[in-house]
């Protein structure tokens, strides 16, 4: 993060919403240049960053998931962008899970009711849009209605202009609604396709019934502030969204751990090699670069060592090797443990030695 913003004067302001490990005394005693606050409480996300918001004194924000991995440029090649579109309010770039996958809601369409009926039911609507912006290619830039909470940049005094995130979202839909408020406010939200990061979609918590409480508990609140027309209307929409999230709250959304049949390390330090080693029960090779003919149709696990190899070619690479049969981890610079996620829907892992 602070080789990402070594050309600017910036700050990084972390909210820590009531940790119940030793994250905060270790990041505080690490990163002394950070600015922290500790709440004695899970405040929620929106509530959270607006606190972080407050004591900003930036002209831009830049409001960033914990389990994001960007590039070096990434932040400036960002905001040179946000000053050349025209009447720009949100800008977000293209995401990619810990796969090298696109996530498409880093583009989607406001979610009237219509469209999240769609959405909710798996069918289409005549000229009704899709929930996700299909209409931009993923490497485009285009105008877009909706961009995700998990990395965007936005001139503070818009944010403050329209309120900023609403405190009366705990958790998911804060992202849609101030979206929505900055396209009533007059303004267009950019999608740059051509900017990419990395976020561990999930991390912060695994895709089960309280996810499925929480997520359509927002779309709830979301349609009732900015949709609600008559009492009929609402009383269907309200209740085909109670029912899809208690039929969604059954499923099974345990995850099964592939069987990993070789794991490959991008590195040339043998030190870091036997710890990795002694991680796992099955082979590792440690290799200098890594190309497609290499990776054979077995379970393989690629791990990629932050000091030999910069996160502009790691965020490459994941996109390149990408398949079915490919996972990946980072050894992120000087640390002593890896990190990555498996599934876009589910919790990643650290693994430490």
Partial sequence: M??????????????????????????KDRFSEVIFIKNRENVGFAKANNQG?????????CILNPDTVVKADTFISVITKA??????????????????????ESKRNIPSPLTSFRRLFGVKLGKVKNYYADHIPET?????????GAFFVVKKEIYQSVGG??????????????????????LQNYYLGDIVAVHYKGESMDRNATYIRLFYGAMRLFYKKHFKSNMVLDF?????????????????YDKTKRIINQ????????TLFDNISSIFDKNVDILSTINQEDLGDQNIEIIFDNNYISFEEIIDQMQLLKRNTV???????????????DFNDGKGEVLTF
Avoid: H, W
Avoid at 53 to 61: Q, R
Avoid at 85 to 95: S, T, V
Avoid at 165 to 186: P, R
Avoid at 263 to 270: H, R
């Fill in 236 to 252: 269907m929409v309200s209740t085909a969204i109670r029912m899809v999230s208690i039929i969604q709250s059954l499923r099974n």
């Fill in 83 to 104: 000053e050349t579109l025209p009447n720009a309010g949100l800008i977000g770039p293209r995401l990619i899970d810990g796969t090298g996958n696109f996530l498409p």
């Fill in 327 to 341: 996972t990946f981890k980072i050894r992120p610079k000087n640390c002593n443990y890896i990190v990555g996620s």
């Fill in 165 to 186: 995130f609403d405190e009366d979202y705990f958790m998911y839909g804060e992202d849609i609604d101030l979206s929505y408020k900055i396209k009533k406010y007059g």
């Fill in 263 to 270: 794991y490959y390390l991008i590195s040339e330090d043998k």
């Fill in 2 to 27: 602070c080789k990402a913003i070594a050309t600017i004067d910036a700050e990084i302001i972390v909210i820590d919403n009531n940790s119940t490990d030793e994250s905060y005394a270790v990041l």
């Fill in 140 to 148: 485009r830039i285009g105008d877009v209605d909706i961009l995700v």
């Fill in 53 to 61: 918001v407050s004591i900003a004194k930036g002209e831009y924000l």
